[in-house]
């Protein structure tokens, strides 16, 4: 429902059963050209001859991207609608990988694809999240939320793996993957154009009165009644939704790397597919686990997160033995921590948001998720200073102090419905 000058505004145009889909393909291929590039760390490594530091500054250039992407999309499709928005973003998720292709001519073109891409998914998850709920339609909110993390985690992981494939195993490796991209993306803005609008466009929700930047800044704020909670549950669980992920296949395969041999860009998209696929498979917990606590509850949170603290337990134990089998082991921890804490996570912004701020919330989110993403390069940063074994036991103990914290916010009762 939209609100406009005392005025209630019905959505655009009633949705139709299934329409949600070509909204969940869109953020399908969004996270498929998101995290394709992660497998390749190793390739640009050895065929373009980058650091460690400068590849994981690369996937800084990400996260650089997804900030506006998500922080900036989600409110502005709230007021003046899904549609443009999200087609915005499939584009530049195709001109990403074009960009992308031109990688062995330069750092520039990696940096201008990265952010590129960061700017594509922000939109993809925020705007994409809120739409799939909106367009589902006789369902219940866990699932709404578990179509929007499945699709976009299937894409992660397939993107990861085909593009690791054929780095590993394909003709031209550092052009292939994106083409492949391009082919499967190209067709869906127009798939969009024929989806119902669930926000009449051109008009500004919650009061015409206000100034853009102002109600911007609305939609971004976390309702009065929700924000204790968010402060004890959200907050300190949300970095660690990529965090697990940046650990599981951007630090683990660089432990190993000595130990894989030439089978080392195959085994870090085998990591990366492991991770994600393990998040795909347990998200129907993380919603059964949802479904069964009540607002003031939280069992699901305090799960993904003594899930995660075992996950950084086995990191920090591998960055000692550095056994390839032992990084699959926390891969399949992390990664099932991945996927309980994403799913429950969207569970308590979809909880805590009116009609006006879905998308606005679901971007602050996301956009707290993926600054967990920032964890290999601080750590690679910090390389030259701390050896990894003493940086990952310092991982850890961050983890179970969150941990106490979720646990304390899970505990306290407070409710997540928005004022």
Not at 156 to 163: S, T, Y
Request: glycine share 12%; net charge positive; hydrophobic share 55%.
């Amino acid at each position: 429902m939209l609100e406009t000058q005392g005025v209630v505004e019905p959505p655009a145009t009633a949705p139709r059963p299934g329409s949600w889909r070509p909204v969940a393909t869109a953020m399908f291929v969004c996270g498929w050209g998101g995290n394709q590039f992660t497998p390749l760390l190793l390739m640009y490594r050895r065929l373009g001859g980058y650091s460690a530091l400068s590849v994981d500054a690369f996937l800084g250039a990400y996260v650089v991207g997804l900030i506006p992407g998500l922080l900036l999309a989600g409110p502005v499709s709230d007021r003046r609608g899904r549609r443009p928005v999200l087609v915005l973003g499939t584009v530049a998720s195709v001109l990403a990988s074009l960009v992308l292709s031109f990688g062995a001519d330069g750092a520039w073109a990696i940096y201008a694809g990265r952010l590129i891409t960061g700017v594509a998914v922000g939109i993809a998850m925020s705007v994409g999240s809120a739409w799939v709920k909106e367009l589902s339609t006789g369902a219940d909110t866990g699932l709404a939320a578990r179509r929007a993390a499945l699709c976009q985690t299937a894409g992660f992981a397939l993107g990861a793996g085909v593009a690791g494939a054929l780095a590993q195993w394909g003709p031209w490796p550092m052009v292939t993957p994106y083409a492949v991209h391009v082919l499967i993306t190209v067709a869906v803005p127009l798939l969009l154009l024929r989806v119902p609008e669930t926000r009449a466009p051109g008009l500004l929700a919650a009061g015409a009165g206000r100034g853009l930047l102002r109600g911007l800044a609305d939609d971004l704020r976390v309702p009065a009644p929700a924000r204790r909670r968010f402060r004890l549950v959200v907050l300190p669980m949300a970095p660690w939704v990529f965090g697990a992920a940046g650990l599981a296949y951007a630090v683990m395969p660089q432990l190993v790397e000595t130990r894989v041999d030439h089978w080392g860009l195959a085994y870090a998209t085998a990591l990366t597919v492991l991770t994600l696929g393990t998040g795909v498979a347990v998200q129907p917990v993380a919603k059964r686990l949802h479904r069964t606590t009540g607002p003031g509850d939280g069992r699901a949170p305090v799960v993904a997160m003594a899930v995660m603290l075992l996950g950084a337990a086995l990191c920090a134990g591998n960055a000692v033995l550095r056994s390839p089998w032992l990084a699959v082991a926390a891969a399949v921890t992390l990664g099932a921590a991945y996927g309980i804490a994403v799913v429950s996570g969207l569970l308590e912004i979809q909880r805590m948001a009116g009609a006006d701020d879905l998308a606005g919330l679901t971007g602050v989110y996301y956009t707290l998720a993926y600054a967990g993403f920032l964890l290999p390069a601080l750590l690679a940063a910090l390389s030259s200073l701390l050896s990894y074994p003493v940086m990952l036991c310092g991982v850890a103990v961050v983890a179970l102090g969150c941990l106490g914290l979720v646990v304390r916010g899970t505990r306290a009762g407070t409710t997540t419905e928005p004022g």
